[in-house]
């Protein structure tokens, strides 16, 4: 993305900078600007530097860190590592959780989120909970976060179970045999 759509992209806004200058390139520019953007931060959002360098544990502390300052919700990150998972595993965890904590922040208004995984052994477990509304899986459609959820645990070859209670929260549980 970064090497070839962005450079593209930049290679048509320096040949719109070239044209004669009418009202209607601004608005032409400014729409090359912004995919530009876009092109930028799905690129950097495919493989957290984070993640990376430092590990699961240090990107999903810096994935919920702004939630407690800008949301003002308690979130424990709790953990237990006896063995370690490849690093496409790791990614597709931490994606899985990003994805989880999105979908609580905007559906589940909570006050308090916990985040808890171990692995010892062959077993790699992570749980992901919140206190807040809940919902009723007879009347619950699930849309693309989840389904999304799913597909990434499939991949790595993990299980997963949501048991949601109205007003009582969802818990997320996945288990992956290493």
Same mark, same amino acid.
């Given at each position: 993305l970064h090497d070839n759509l962005t450079a593209k992209l930049n290679i048509v806004k320096l040949q719109? &900078? %070239?044209?004669?200058? @009418? =009202?209607?390139n601004e608005t032409i520019i400014d729409q090359l600007d912004n995919c530009i953007q876009i092109s930028r931060d799905i690129s950097h959002n495919l @493989? +957290?530097?984070i993640l990376? =360098?430092?590990?699961?544990?240090?990107a999903i502390k810096d994935l919920v860190q702004p939630l407690q300052t800008k949301y003002q919700t308690e979130v424990n990150v709790l953990y237990d590592i006896g063995s370690t998972l490849n690093s496409e595993d790791e990614l597709h965890v931490y994606r899985v959780c %990003?994805?989880?904590? +999105? #979908?609580?922040v905007k559906h589940a208004d909570p006050k308090k989120i916990s985040i808890d995984w171990h692995s010892s052994g062959s077993i790699f477990g992570v $749980?992901? +909970?919140?206190?807040g509304n809940g919902f009723d899986? #007879?009347?619950? @459609?699930?849309?693309i976060g989840l #389904? #999304?959820?799913? +597909? $990434?645990?499939k991949?790595?070859?993990? %299980? &997963? $179970?949501?048991k949601s209670t109205h007003n009582q929260g969802t818990p997320l549980k996945v288990v992956k045999t290493l």
């Open positions: 719109m &900078h %070239q044209l004669e200058m @009418k =009202k209607e @493989k +957290s530097p990376e =360098k430092f590990g699961l544990l240090a %990003q994805e989880a904590i +999105s #979908n609580i $749980r992901i +909970s919140d206190d899986e #007879n009347k619950f @459609k699930s849309g #389904n #999304n959820i799913a +597909s $990434r645990l991949v790595v070859g993990a %299980q &997963h $179970r949501i």
